[in-house]
């Protein structure tokens, strides 16, 4: 008699993985890269808006105040760090 | 951008205290924290889990940053809504100026000579050890609005200022012209026109 745990539901031999990814549908690396690289683009498109929004508002209502001047340049310099960051995360793909 | 009168200058800008802000930071710290917390917590339980999709360090890691770029991005915004609610305090009057969104911006003043009293309430340990209150301008007109600034800074000195600038305002000497157009040395509003009976 076969040990309980060795006994798969559907009969076949043990350590068999049914398949999770249907027939016909392949999750290749270019493919996944190209959707990532697409969404990524869309993302920094809208980053860019809503950055340029709050520029927009800070130059025009800001009294031109040093606090404002420095926080462009911290929001600024980060921004670009972190979007270096991903681009560079994303090349290792 | 703000239309001050020749020779008009701030002299004080009242905005909330920095604590408002601290929630936000806190909130963004654990945005920033949690998912790495979470990556690696996964990863001692279950190591194979990232070899479910490709390249699963290299995937996380861009996902990541992206995560991290929009953190940034929501923070500034919060930081900008509290920086540009302001109250600027000038020789002439007070300016409120409220950003209510992207795009949406209420201005409203009050001269000096239209408030009528100011009120202001510090509440609680906090609230006195770091010096922060409700700042309330009541106004004299029924047609304006009073101005209240919550959580503002140095409430204090807020207004001391403000009853300075009113009480300045108020003691200022008027320019009186006197007219007498029948020009015999006697003012025309110290002149008695009636033509009744005297003493009666």
Known sequence: MRHPSKVCYDGRMPGYMPDL?????????????AFLGASFVVFLVLYIVVSAVLV???????????SVALAEAVFGIVSLVLAGSAFLAFSQL | MLNLDNGETIILE???????????????????????????VLRSISPDVLDLIPHGTATFSFLYFAWLMVV????????TNYYLDVWYVTEKRIIDVEQKRAFHREVSSIRFDKIQDITVEVKGVIATFF???????????????DFSMTVAA??????????????RESERTQRVRIVDEDHDGVPDHLQFKGGGTDGV
């Open chain 1, 21 to 33: 990814i249907p027939d016909g549908v392949s999750l290749s690396l270019p493919s996944f890269k």
């Open chain 1, 56 to 66: 927009f508002h800070w130059r025009r209502y800001g009294m031109h105040s040093r």
């Open chain 2, 14 to 40: 009242v905005r909330k205290h920095w604590i408002v802000l601290v929630s936000q930071v806190i909130a963004s710290i654990l945005m920033v924290v949690l998912p790495l917390v979470g990556f690696f």
């Open chain 2, 72 to 79: 940034w991005i929501v923070l500034f915004i919060q930081w």
């Open chain 2, 131 to 145: 010096n922060y209150g409700d700042v309330r301008v009541q106004t004299a007109s029924e047609d304006s609005r």
């Open chain 2, 154 to 167: 140095n409430p204090e000195r807020i207004r001391k200022i403000i009853f300075s600038q009113h009480n």
